[in-house]
């Protein structure tokens, strides 16, 4: 039975939405209010995780059903989200950064790993491990605990650990999906999220081979929602006047 397909629709369209807004319209417009071009942004990337964040706390920071915190690793704040619903914890990643730490398999240090170390144990396969069970335990119990107190709960709470996946470039979302990985980095569970956005409302694209795409115009092939289409025009309304500081409660 797959453990990923209990989390509610509510909860997933709240999630994909943060995610598509983040890398699409938000960016688009953020930049844009600062003149700044993309060709030669050095932030960019971590901006987009800015956006995305915000949004997430827009949306599930006085949810009664759900946890949302930040917690560091190093110098990096990550949002990690807790449905009481389905005693699932879920961080946020892009699916390129995934496959870089899935092929360093003996990377058992990251994060990700020690979650999977602790809350998926029941998704191990049979075969052999490539990590010591015993010498690694101890630094995943500290990182799962460092993360679980910033969450403000128990690590007895939480039943299992899944990971959002996502693929963007030049303000397209490529694709969604949720995966649940065991110690060894086996994907034991994969559901695809990219149905939880409409056609119509989306820019989910199946394959995208566009990367001559010219970075400094922004919403070049990007099909905008009427909701964009409205950010657009209220950008416009507002490009000769000064752009007024405003606090988004973003995770710096």
């Not at 942004?41 to 949810?63: A, H, Q, V």
Request: aromatic residues 8%.
């Amino acid at each position: 039975m797959s453990l990923i397909c209990n989390l509610s629709k509510t909860f997933i369209y709240g999630i994909t939405s943060s995610i598509l807004d983040a890398v699409t319209d938000d960016i688009i417009q953020d930049t844009r209010q600062a003149r700044l071009n993309r060709s030669y942004m050095n932030g960019y990337p971590t901006r987009i995780w800015d956006l995305l964040n915000r949004n997430l706390f827009s949306i599930y920071g006085e949810n009664d059903d759900i946890i949302i915190r930040s917690t560091l690793r190093g110098t990096w704040h990550f949002i990690v989200i807790f449905d009481k619903s389905t005693n699932m914890l879920v961080t946020i990643m892009r699916e390129e950064r995934f496959q870089t730490v899935k092929k360093d398999r003996k990377n058992g240090h990251h994060y990700i790993a020690h979650l999977a170390q602790i809350f998926n144990v029941n998704l191990e396969k049979d075969q052999q491990t490539i990590f010591d069970q015993e010498s690694d335990k101890t630094e995943a119990q500290k990182t799962v605990e460092k993360i679980c107190s910033d969450l403000c709960i128990s690590i007895e709470t939480v039943k299992h650990h899944a990971i959002v996946l996502f693929s963007a470039k030049n303000e397209i979302l490529h694709s969604i999906r949720c995966v649940m990985i065991n110690r060894n980095f086996d994907e034991c569970e994969s559901v695809s999220w990219n149905e939880y956005i409409s056609v119509n409302e989306s820019t989910v694209v199946e394959q995208v081979n566009k990367d001559d795409i010219i970075h400094n115009i922004p919403n070049r092939n990007l099909k905008y929602t009427n909701r964009a289409k409205q950010k657009q025009n209220l950008n416009a309304s507002v490009s000769y006047k000064p752009v007024e500081s405003e606090d988004t409660n973003e995770v710096k």
